[in-house]
């Protein structure tokens, strides 16, 4: 709850500073200039209020979306010795990380994956792939959960909701100002709304779209260093990098479906400006520097 708070506290900072910025640099003054009247500071906050609580219902609904898109299977009493084992591992690491005891759950895939959610650190989720039971040893796979339950510590899920918020929230206002700039100032309409707004608007939405989605994958890589860290840490550097090999030798998994790439312990990408993850090379050689 603090972490949410003091990042919302932020963003208001940056808000306000944003509508300090437009009027000391007379963007208001130049826009009217133009026939181009808005109300930069409502906009603003309606684009915030827009942006922050379609990322705020996703991480509120982020473990009912990962149990029901990924068919999770939680376990609630072990059927076998891999289920005790599993749940025992999570219970050991949650008490070194001095976070709550997650909910554990497996999925049916053969590629070996992982993921953390959930809204609070005291409230999570961590799922395995039978994939990654059956492709990794147990030191491996331990090291894994180490990863995911470092970023549950870490209060990953949280930060980056609300950077995707953030994001959301000037796409959205940046789109808006391009769309009322092209339909009044290029096609001087005089009421209302032409064609041209919506058109501009949300092929701007698109554009922009695009290039946050850089700035938040590069913050899902560094994070990605971290969770490896925090996953060395609670089971051992040199399980950590085993497991990162174990990825290597021909068992790369696929990238999680939708919002859960990111929570995944590995990922790929065309280009690496859109990956959530760093290359495997990169991650394995970051651990091997560590002393």
């Known amino acids: 709850m603090m972490r949410i708070l003091l990042f919302l506290a932020t ?13 000391l640099l007379g963007v208001k003054s130049s826009l009217d200039a133009q026939g181009i009247h808005l109300n930069l500071e409502a906009l603003l906050m309606m684009s915030a209020i827009i942006g922050m609580t379609g990322s705020f219902i996703s991480l509120a609904m982020s473990k009912w ?12 009493q072990p059927q076998d010795s891999t289920e005790r084992w599993l ?3 999570v219970a050991r690491q949650a ?36 994939g990654l039971l059956q492709n990794m040893n147990a030191d491996e796979v331990e090291a ?3 990863h995911e339950i470092t970023h549950v510590a870490n209060g990953d899920m949280v930060t980056m909701a609300l950077m995707q918020g953030v994001v959301n929230t000037f796409v959205y206002f940046f789109a808006t100002v391009i769309g009322h700039v092209v339909d009044r100032a290029v096609f001087k309409t005089e009421r209302g709304y032409g064609p041209a707004y919506y058109i501009t608007q949300m092929a701007a ?27 060395a840490q609670l089971a051992g550097r040199n399980k950590m990098i085993a497991a990162l090999h174990a ?16 929570l995944g312990i590995s990922g790929s990408g065309v280009m690496k400006l859109f990956m959530s993850h760093p290359p495997l ?11």
Not at 112 to 121: C, D, K, L, Q
Not at 285 to 290: D, E, T, V
């Open 11 to 23: 963003n208001v900072a940056i808000l306000l500073a944003v509508t300090v910025i437009f009027n």
């Open 65 to 76: 979306s990962a149990k029901n898109a990924m068919g999770v299977q939680v376990i609630s």
């Open 87 to 89: 749940l025992d591992v």
């Open 95 to 130: 008490q070194q990380a001095g976070i709550g005891m997650p909910e554990v759950g497996i999925f049916h895939t053969p590629e070996p994956n992982a993921f953390a959610t959930g809204m609070s650190r005291d409230s999570a989720l961590v799922a395995v792939s039978t």
């Open 144 to 146: 894994v959960i180490g």
């Open 205 to 231: 939405q698109i554009v922009l779209g695009i290039l946050a989605s850089m700035l938040v994958m590069w913050f899902s890589r560094r994070r990605e260093f971290r969770a490896d860290a925090g996953g």
């Open 247 to 262: 990825l290597q030798r021909g068992h790369e998994p696929q990238p999680l479906p939708g919002q859960f790439a990111a």
């Open 281 to 291: 090379e990169e991650r394995i050689a970051a651990l091997q520097s560590q002393h």
